[in-house]
């Protein structure tokens, strides 16, 4: 069999697209091939250096890369987790702020009216006591209808 046949059969094997009796067919060509063998181990050596050196790529690359290519600019989800809770935090403080200014003007207008209630009782008791000093004064004499004498006797 001719050398390039091999040599494309080697490489069929380690892309994974033989069968199982063309992988038969490549180890019976390697043990009587010692130029096949040679170039067996070379890419064996070459696939056993490719998988030690294989880092996982970062999650958002694919994301980034595309974005480059777009020309897009898409909402990087690490800015939304950084800012997100600050945000919310301010805009709860703004909610709250807005309640307590509108809390505080209620108890503004209810001690208006407090003060305007306050004045009001004063000015009545005020009348009243003037109507009190005003009137002519009064004798009251109490008179028995069934008067009891007690005499001692002993």
């Not at 490719?50 to 880092?55: A, P, R, T, Y």
Request: no cysteine.
């Amino acid at each position: 069999m001719n050398q390039e046949k091999i040599f494309s059969i080697i490489d069929e094997y380690f892309d994974g697209e033989l069968t199982k009796e063309e992988e038969i067919y490549l180890f019976t060509q390697l043990s009587r091939n010692e130029k096949a063998r040679d170039y067996f181990k070379r890419n064996n050596a070459l696939k056993t250096a490719l998988q030690s050196s294989v880092e996982d790529f970062p999650e958002n690359l694919e994301v980034k890369i595309l974005n480059s290519v777009s020309g897009t600019k898409g909402i990087n989800e690490n800015y939304i987790k950084k800012y997100l809770p600050a945000g919310v935090f301010a805009l709860l403080a703004l909610i709250l702020s807005l309640v307590s200014f509108f809390l505080y003007s209620q108890t503004t207008t209810y001690k208006e009216k407090l003060d305007e209630t306050i004045w009001q009782v004063n000015q009545q008791q005020k009348m009243i006591q003037l109507l009190f000093n005003s009137l002519p004064t009064t004798e009251v004499k109490g008179r028995l209808k069934n008067q009891v004498i007690v005499t001692p006797k002993m």
